[in-house]
């Protein structure tokens, strides 16, 4: 049969068949929806690409590493906090974040920061009441360096970020902050965003809480990973010989009992923490150099003692090979400035697996936590992105 007799045959046939009822769905082009792959070559998932603002000592670095992601950028503006940081992990971070050109920072699919918490926490607001300083997002220092993140999301669009702070960033300015935190990652930069606050105390022997904020460019079903009910005790990681310049002097350790009977009779409830190895602590702050008030150590027929450097990383999850390459006084302050690894690490987990899902597709099963309305944000945005113009002309698409 000649070809153009096989196209008329074809034609009639065509012509001949019933012809369905269009309908209006077969006008719309569909396409299943494809998982989130990372640069994907050689049928392999290259590792998740993650900056660390505010990095400090490295915590969220750590926690990233451990599940496979490679950090392309950091920065943290303490120059003690750098040559930590630098001793562990052979690069020196960036300095202030405001002077990093947002362009200049790499593209990575994850964004991470802790961004400075006094201006929110309790002790730091009270502290800048007392002196009458600003607090909040009036810190001109560091209660700004919030929108330094928002600019950076806005001109890179990460696939997710992670975001740190204390638990009273919720409550800080009647609710009025962090309000203005969602919306700013919800309205204005399009991401869905999940919040939770978890105390470490189930991973590690210290009672801290943090909140956390995780959002995602596309929608995505997020159930925050369940930790233990039980966590470890004190007595997990301390040392069997201290050094006896961490016990406390006569004249410390009175004074510290007669401000706790004072604050005491006032009917208050300011005074020292006094642990043994079978509890958990207080939460470890940055002025523990001070006097170690809030986590001092029981002994038998002395005083007690402060926690040496080395039990401080331990306490929050830092391997023992982390190197501490500074005074005690500047290993306090990082350390209680820094976030718990195995909370994070668990937290990169659920993110990484997030990811690799595809973009829409809920969970096959949700759980919400009826107990904790922080388990997850309930109303989650999926308005596209409406930012202020004119601050990024050349946006990364």
């Not at 974040?97 to 918490?117: E, K, Q, T």
């Not at 919400?368 to 698409?397: F, L, V």
Request: positive net charge; proline residues 6%; glycine residues 8%.
């Amino acid at each position: 049969m000649s070809a153009k007799k096989n196209v008329e045959s074809n034609a009639a046939k065509k012509k001949a068949m019933p012809q369905r009822k269009k309908r209006k769905e077969d006008a719309v082009v569909r396409e299943d929806p494809t998982p989130y792959r990372n640069n994907q070559k050689n049928g392999q998932d290259k590792p998740l690409r993650f900056i660390d603002l505010f990095c400090g000592i490295g915590g969220f670095r750590i926690a990233f590493e451990k599940i496979g992601g490679k950090c392309v950028f950091s920065s943290d503006w303490d120059k003690f906090s750098q040559q930590t940081y630098e001793a562990n992990f052979g690069e020196k971070p960036h300095g202030d974040i405001h002077s990093v050109a947002v362009s200049d920072i790499p593209s990575h699919d994850v964004l991470c920061g802790g961004f400075p918490c006094q201006p929110f926490s309790i002790a730091g607001v009270s502290k800048k009441n007392s002196l009458g300083r600003l607090h909040g997002f009036d810190d001109a220092k560091q209660g700004n360096l919030f929108f330094s993140i928002a600019d950076i999301i806005y001109y890179h669009r990460p696939a997710a970020f992670i975001l740190e702070n204390v638990k009273n960033l919720k409550s800080h300015d009647k609710g009025r902050t962090f309000d203005v935190i969602k919306r700013t990652l919800k309205e204005h930069l399009g991401y869905t965003v999940y919040t939770k606050i978890i105390d470490a105390k189930s991973v590690v022997p210290q009672h801290r809480e943090r909140i956390f904020l995780i959002g995602f460019r596309e929608f995505r079903d997020f159930e925050f990973p369940s930790f233990p009910e039980e966590g470890p005790k004190l007595g997990s990681i301390l040392e069997a010989k201290p050094d006896a310049k961490y016990t406390l002097t006569d004249h410390l350790w009175n004074y510290l009992q007669n401000y706790a009977e004072k604050h005491r009779a006032a009917g208050n409830g300011f005074g020292f923490g006094l642990v043994t190895g079978k509890d958990t602590t207080r939460t470890l702050s940055a002025r523990y150099h001070k006097d170690g008030s809030e986590i001092l150590i029981a002994q038998k027929s002395k005083n007690p003692r402060r926690l040496t450097p080395r039990e401080c990383a331990r306490l929050m999850g830092y391997p023992e090979d982390y190197k501490i390459v500074v005074s005690d006084t500047q290993a306090y302050r990082q350390f209680g400035n820094s976030v718990v690894v195995p909370v994070v690490e668990n937290l990169a987990k659920a993110v990484r697996d997030a990811l690799k899902r595809p973009a829409g597709e809920p969970l096959d099963l949700v759980l919400h936590d009826k107990n904790n309305p922080d388990h997850i944000d309930s109303d989650i945005s999926r308005k596209p992105a409406i930012y202020p113009k004119g601050k990024h002309k050349n946006r990364a698409k």
